[in-house]
């Protein structure tokens, strides 16, 4: 089975620009998570989505976005990047049904960098 | 909110040796937990989980890690480090959905 897939790797953008990354779920996972992994804050909890719908947001400014398709398949977006929107951002996927029961397995990531 | 805090941020230790990584959870309700492994450049690889049950875990690469509910602990151990054990270990808790991860603990194997 394939793992989690994320799109593009790499990134670079400046200031002002806005930014649509992509992940492809392991196949029949229908709960798609976003994290930001950055050296100071660590890793932080973006959003979740389950068929379609978000369930669960973390503490992120309303320029953090996503989406999720009826293929499971999920984009996060930013706008108007700032420097500190810099980090990995990490898309995992799972097969929960009952909250918390299940492991989440992550994609490799997309490095971004704001110039 | 259930949290988790992993104590030191660094660890070194011999190849061979025992590696031993800290992590104190905080929750109101019996919690998820597991532990993660990240190697550079790359995403988190799941090492273990805690549901419900047997409060000794194995996981994978020799590593195990025990729910002591009366310390609010889930220390993972492995008995002899290995040079590819080099990496950087969260320590996560599942919370609505979403998981809490600790601040992580970077460890590094000695020839």
């Known amino acids: 089975k394939a793992g989690v897939t994320q799109t593009p790797r790499y990134l670079i953008k400046t200031r002002g620009q806005q930014v649509t990354l992509s992940c492809s779920p392991i196949s029949g996972h229908r709960s798609v998570s976003w994290y930001q992994q950055t050296p100071g804050q660590g890793l932080q909890f973006l959003f979740e989505?389950?068929?379609?719908?978000?369930?669960n947001k973390g503490n992120f400014p309303g320029r953090f976005s996503g989406r999720q398709f009826s293929n499971s398949r999920s984009e996060m977006n930013v706008s108007t990047l700032e420097l500190g929107d810099s980090a990995l951002y990490l898309c995992a996927s799972s097969l929960v049904r009952v909250q918390g029961a299940s492991e989440q397995f992550f994609g490799p990531g997309t490095r971004l960098t704001v110039l | 909110a259930q949290s988790v805090t992993q104590l030191g941020s660094h660890v070194s230790v011999s190849e061979g040796a025992l590696v031993l990584l800290r992590c104190n959870y905080s929750?109101?309700?019996?919690?998820?937990l597991f532990w993660y492994v990240q190697y550079p450049n790359q995403g988190l690889q799941l090492l273990l989980k805690?549901?419900?049950?047997?409060?000794l875990v194995k996981g994978i690469n020799g590593f195990e890690a025990e729910f002591k509910k009366s310390e609010t602990s889930f220390h993972l151990t492995k008995p002899s480090a290995h040079m590819s054990d080099a990496a950087e270990y969260f320590c996560?808790?599942?919370?609505?959905?979403?998981?809490?991860f600790g601040a992580g603990t970077t460890v590094t194997v000695r020839a």
């Open positions: 996560a808790v599942s919370d609505d959905y979403k998981l809490s």
């Open positions: 989505y389950f068929s379609e719908t978000q369930r």
């Open positions: 929750s109101s309700v019996p919690p998820y």
């Open positions: 805690y549901t419900t049950g047997a409060t």
